[in-house]
């Protein structure tokens, strides 16, 4: 893409896009990001709960405050920063996750990605974290310090349906810890707002002490005590 004719010859930049990644399965395609589009997100999903579906781990992914860089930046700087993060999703889910992964757009700001398998969350979220922090750092914090991941993953249960799956995935988005960046966890250890407690262990046979576990602790200025899983 990126090509233009000048006189008899065409001059520009190509990318290579593989096959899973082109118009695969006839699935609607967004015409910004090339993702798989809201559509057939939806019936992708409603398929895979249905009697003919399989097992699957489902991950909702929110780049939060766009709206605020779009009026800074411009709504042409927001696509290109979609965009770049879209391709850069897709890409790297199918090299981590493998070619069965699916990434979709299934609204503004908000990514999904469907996982095949039993008991495939916790390696779908893991690999996700792991990929929102390098995203973070080379695409999002260079264009704006209020830009971040949101991420949120479940495995679909048996009697699911995709509202279901949906909104119980997305208020885990909207709780207010998952709107904790990586930034202000960098600010926090700055000023010292970490801290670590000991909570001791018993033997259950007698309650002799037996030993401690290790816990954070963090004093958020304006969300109060959070937990590790912060």
Not at 73 to 86: C, I, K, T, W, Y
Request: some cysteine; hydrophobic content about 45%.
């Amino acid at each position: 893409h990126h090509l233009i004719l000048d006189g008899q010859d065409i001059a520009g930049q190509s990318e290579w896009i593989d096959g899973a990644t082109a118009f695969s399965g006839g699935l609607g395609r967004d015409a910004l990001t090339g993702l798989i589009d809201p559509d057939a997100a939806a019936a992708l999903i409603a398929a895979q709960l249905g009697d003919e579906g399989g097992p699957f781990a489902l991950s909702l992914v929110q780049l939060t405050r766009l709206e605020n860089y779009n009026d800074i930046a411009g709504h042409a700087a927001g696509d290109v920063l979609l965009r770049s993060l879209a391709r850069q999703l897709d890409r790297s889910a199918r090299q981590d996750l493998g070619p069965d992964v699916m990434v979709a757009r299934i609204s503004g700001s908000r990514f999904a990605v469907i996982l095949p398998g039993e008991g495939v969350a916790k390696r779908l979220d893991v690999e996700l974290r792991a990929l929102a922090t390098v995203l973070n750092e080379t695409i999002l914090q260079p264009a704006s310090d209020n830009l971040a991941l949101r991420i949120a993953t479940a495995q679909a249960e048996v009697g699911d349906h995709r509202s279901r799956l949906l909104g119980r995935l997305a208020e885990r988005l909207s709780a207010p810890r998952a709107l904790v960046r990586a930034v202000d966890v960098e600010r926090a250890l700055a000023q010292a707002e970490i801290a670590v407690r000991f909570q001791p262990q018993f033997l259950s046979e007698n309650d002799e002490l037996c030993g401690a576990e290790a816990l954070a602790r963090w004093h958020h200025p304006k969300l109060g005590e959070m937990g590790g899983a912060a």
